[in-house]
């Protein structure tokens, strides 16, 4: 069975800033991998996501995401935080059927 | 462009009570309609999902149920709630064109038993 782990419950970054938010999968072929965001009450918004070709891959809102096969990872990252970069970001991951498996997220606290 | 709705947005229910979540899409024909229950600290949890009008598949069994009456409408339902069911859940479309699709995501519910 496939599975995600975001091993960060809760991260703080320094506004301007660089940010990494780390995702592992675990899947038996080749997976599609998404990073999602969701603000304090609301549905979640995609940000990326991945299933061929160049393993860097641009998002919105600046952000980008490297698929490291060999490490089975997935992580967000983006360059300098902006305050309302502050959210929940989840990173899910796809079998070429009907569902995805979804990390249990990470916080981003961002301080002024 | 499609949109998908969930109302209501709030609900405060007291326990034993009945549960009808509905959430519809718009904009786009025969998706994949999905329901998720997010508690604190565990992420998303997929409770039901469904590719064709009266076909659920259930992901946990639970005291919830789920029906597709009509191509874009998806009701999340309960004959009797428990403190256990408090949460937000989510609605979430897929296009079936295509294997990697992403989820699109509603606004969700808030629903608290008390």
């Known amino acids: 069975a496939q599975s995600v782990t975001q091993p960060d419950i809760h991260i703080t970054v320094s506004e301007g800033a660089s940010l990494e938010l780390r995702c592992n999968y675990s899947?038996?072929?080749?997976?599609?991998l998404f990073w999602y965001v969701q603000s304090p009450g609301q549905g979640l918004q995609l940000l990326l996501k991945y299933f061929s070709g160049d393993t860097l891959v641009q998002g919105i809102k600046g952000f980008e995401a490297e698929f490291k096969r060999s490490q089975s990872s997935f992580n967000l990252r983006k360059p300098s935080v902006h305050w309302s970069d502050a959210a929940e970001y989840f990173c899910?991951?796809?079998?070429?059927?009907?569902?995805?498996?979804f990390g249990k997220g990470t916080m981003l606290l961002v301080s002024p | 462009s499609q949109t998908i709705h969930q109302w209501p947005a709030t609900l405060v229910q007291p326990v034993g009570s009945p549960l009808s979540l509905e959430c519809t899409v718009e904009g786009t024909s025969n998706p994949n309609l999905y329901w998720y229950r997010q508690a604190a600290g565990r992420g998303l949890q997929l409770l039901f999902y469904?590719?064709?009008?009266?076909?659920i598949s259930s992901e946990v069994p639970q005291n919830l149920s789920a029906s597709r009456p009509q191509d874009r409408q998806f009701i999340l339902s309960s004959k009797k709630l428990l403190l256990s069911d408090s949460g937000f859940y989510l609605c979430?479309?897929?296009?079936?064109?295509?294997?990697?699709?992403?989820?699109?995501f509603g606004p969700g519910t808030r629903l608290t038993v008390l």
């Open positions: 469904s590719v064709g009008i009266g076909q």
């Open positions: 899910a991951v796809g079998s070429g059927y009907s569902t995805l498996t």
């Open positions: 979430a479309w897929r296009r079936t064109s295509g294997k990697y699709n992403e989820q699109f």
């Open positions: 899947y038996g072929a080749t997976p599609y």
